[in-house]
C-alpha cells in the first residue's frame, strides 16, 4: 500500500469509506512523511516505550510509531475513522484503537496493567479545539509519564513557552512551566496537511518534573495571583491584585514590600518564582488572620 501521507491515499480512503474532512474534531491529516518521523524522534520513543496517541485520525502517525516503540494506544472520537484504521493498521499487532472522547476518558483504565510497566510517553498531532485542556489535563494529573510531545497551534506553543517581559507570557506559561520543562522542537509549515490549517503549527514537548521548580503554601492561591495579575494586562500588579483578588489594598501593599516587588510593576516582568513568593506571603497573611 501507499503511504498514508500520501494525498491521493487519503482522498482514496475518504471515498472509499464515504467520509469528509470533520472540521468540528479538528481534523489536519499529516501529508508529509518527514514530519510524522521527526516528532517522533522529538518524542523520543524508543522500542521499550508504551505510547498513548491523541487522535489516531487514519493511522498516519500511529504506524511509524507502532514501528518505533513496544505498544501503542491510540484514541479516536470520530467513529466513522474506526473501520478506516482497522484497515490501515491491520499489520501493527502492538496497536490498540479506542473510540472515545479524550476529555471523557479515564486513561488509567484505559492502560490499565500496562501502566507502570513500560515508560510512558504521550504523543499527538492534537486537534487544536482542545489543546489547552489536553495539555493541562495532563500537566495537573498524576499520570506518571516521561515525556509529552504535542503539534499544536505555533501561537498556543509560543505561550506555553513564553519567558517574562514577553507578549507571549501569560498564566498559561506560568502554568506549563509550573508542572513541566517545556521546549520547542520545531515549526511545521501549514502546506503538510489535508485540509490546510488557517493557523501555523509547531511541535513542542513537556518533561513533567518530578519536584515542584517553587515552594508554594497553597497552590490554588498561586494559581489565583496568577491569573489576577494577567486579568487586564495593561494594568500594574497592585491594581490587577487590588481588583481581581479579595485582598484589601494595604495588605497587598506590605506583603510586596516585604517581597521587594515595585507595586507600580506590571504583572507580565514577574517569574514564576516571584509569583511564588507574593502568593506565600499572602498565605501567611491570611494564616496570621486565622488565629
Ligand atoms: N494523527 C492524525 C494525523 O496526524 O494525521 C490526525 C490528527 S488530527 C489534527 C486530530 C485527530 O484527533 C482527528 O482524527 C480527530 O478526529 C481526533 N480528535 C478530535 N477531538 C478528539 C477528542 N476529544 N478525543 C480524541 N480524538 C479527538
Redesign the pocket.
Known amino acids: 500500500m501507499e503511504k498514508l501521507t500520501s494525498p491521493r491515499v487519503i482522498d482514496t480512503i475518504l471515498r472509499k469509506y464515504d467520509l469528509h474532512f ?1 472540521k468540528r ?6 501529508t508529509d512523511e518527514n514530519i510524522v518521523r521527526k516528532i517522533v524522534e522529538a518524542a523520543e520513543v524508543g522500542e521499550e516505550d508504551l505510547i498513548f496517541e ?4 487514519i493511522g ?2 500511529t504506524q511509524v510509531l507502532s514501528e518505533c516503540a513496544k505498544k501503542v494506544v491510540s ?4 467513529r466513522k ?1 474506526i473501520p478506516v484504521l482497522k484497515e490501515t493498521l491491520a499489520d501493527c499487532t502492538n496497536v490498540e484503537i479506542i473510540q472515545g ?3 471523557k476518558t479515564n486513561i488509567r483504565e484505559i492502560l490499565g496493567d500496562d501502566l507502570g510497566k513500560m515508560p510512558l510517553k504521550i504523543v499527538a ?3 487544536y479545539y ?1 489543546t489547552t485542556p489536553i495539555i493541562m489535563g495532563f500537566l495537573e494529573s498524576d499520570l506518571c509519564f516521561e515525556r509529552m510531545t504535542f503539534m499544536i497551534q505555533k501561537e498556543v506553543g509560543e505561550r506555553l513557552c513564553g519567558k517574562p517581559g514577553t507578549k507571549a507570557y501569560g498564566s498559561l506559561s506560568i502554568a506549563a512551566q509550573f508542572y513541566s520543562d517545556v521546549t520547542i522542537d520545531f515549526n511545521v509549515p501549514s502546506h503538510v496537511f489535508m485540509p490546510k490549517p488557517k493557523v501555523d503549527s509547531i511541535v513542542v514537548s513537556f518533561k513533567k518534573l518530578t519536584e515542584p521548580r517553587i515552594h508554594l503554601e497553597s497552590q490554588k492561591l498561586f494559581f489565583k495571583v496568577v491569573k489576577a495579575s494577567f486579568l487586564n494586562r495593561r494594568k500594574t500588579l497592585i491594581n490587577g491584585l487590588t481588583m481581581n483578588t479579595d485582598f484589601e489594598k494595604e495588605t497587598i501593599l506590605k506583603v510586596l514590600e516585604e517581597c521587594g516587588i515595585a507595586p507600580g510593576i506590571r504583572g507580565e516582568m514577574l517569574t514564576g518564582s516571584e509569583f511564588a513568593k507574593i502568593a506565600n506571603g499572602l498565605y501567611a497573611f491570611e494564616a496570621s488572620m486565622d488565629v
Not at 25 to 30: D, M, Y
Not at 54 to 57: D, Y
Not at 75 to 78: A, K, L, T, Y
Open positions: 470533520n474534531f479538528g481534523q489536519n491529516f499529516l491523541i487522535g489516531s485520525g498516519t502517525m484514541i479516536e472520537i470520530d475513522l472522547d479524550i476529555l498531532n492534537l486537534p482542545v
